[in-house]
């Protein structure tokens, strides 16, 4: 998701940019890629970009009762300030007080890349606990087999055995 914006770094600040994006990249906590859609408005600051995106995202997940593939969604809003590295028109680096890891920057051939934030407001979005619906049955304890698609006996010929460990002390001694 790369953004030219040598002309808009060049234009007096206020001046704005509408882009479009329907793009897929990779997220690294997670083996499925991620389709991104939506519209990005880059915005000129004194100093540097601002990015204004209102984004959809559809990331493929594994269900963590059940295991099934299924697709999260979420939505984005994203507000980010990016520095330029390199002035335009002294082709000299820019003395930025703060150059960190907290900060995005434009590349020094004047492209804005927004693969790496739309992957931390994901990150950030997306559940910890995944699951394919709100009331996903998982797999049988006993036979494996996934609920939420067949119906099992297990449970009907076995006693429960969770607490097998914890009812043997209370047991009477003889």
Same mark, same amino acid.
């Given at each position: 998701?790369?953004?030219?914006?040598?002309? $808009? @770094?060049?234009?007096? !600040?206020?001046?704005?940019? $509408?882009?479009?994006?329907?793009?897929?990249?990779? #997220? +690294?906590?997670?083996?499925?890629?991620?389709? #991104? +859609? =939506?519209? /990005?408005?880059?915005?000129?600051?004194?100093?540097? /970009?601002?990015?204004?995106? %209102?984004?959809?995202? &559809?990331?493929?997940?594994? %269900?963590?009762?059940?295991?099934? !593939?299924? #697709?999260? !969604?979420?939505? $984005?809003?994203?507000?980010?300030?990016?520095?330029?590295?390199?002035?335009?028109?002294? =082709?000299?680096?820019?003395? @930025?007080?703060?150059?960190?890891?907290?900060?995005?920057? *434009? =590349?020094?051939?004047? #492209? @804005?890349?927004?693969?790496?934030? /739309?992957?931390?407001?994901?990150? $950030?979005?997306?559940? *910890?606990?995944? &699951?394919?619906?709100?009331?996903?049955?998982?797999? %049988? *304890?006993?036979?494996?087999?996934?609920?939420?698609?067949?119906?099992?006996?297990?449970?009907?010929?076995?006693?429960?055995?969770?607490?097998?460990?914890?009812?043997?002390?209370?047991?009477?001694?003889?």
């Amino acid at each position: 998701m790369d953004f030219k914006v040598a002309t $808009l @770094l060049k234009a007096s !600040s206020g001046h704005k940019k $509408l882009e479009s994006v329907s793009s897929t990249i990779e #997220v +690294d906590w997670s083996e499925f890629r991620c389709d #991104v +859609d =939506g519209s /990005v408005l880059l915005t000129k600051t004194d100093v540097g /970009v601002w990015v204004s995106a %209102c984004l959809s995202a &559809k990331i493929g997940r594994q %269900c963590g009762n059940c295991l099934d !593939s299924y #697709v999260e !969604s979420m939505g $984005l809003t994203i507000e980010e300030e990016y520095f330029p590295l390199v002035n335009l028109v002294t =082709g000299e680096r820019n003395e @930025l007080e703060e150059i960190d890891g907290d900060n995005f920057y *434009i =590349g020094e051939d004047n #492209v @804005l890349d927004l693969s790496d934030v /739309v992957r931390q407001y994901a990150s $950030l979005h997306s559940s *910890i606990s995944s &699951k394919c619906m709100k009331y996903c049955k998982g797999l %049988c *304890i006993d036979c494996g087999i996934n609920l939420n698609k067949e119906k099992c006996n297990c449970r009907n010929n076995k006693k429960n055995t969770k607490l097998a460990a914890l009812l043997e002390s209370f047991r009477p001694m003889n």
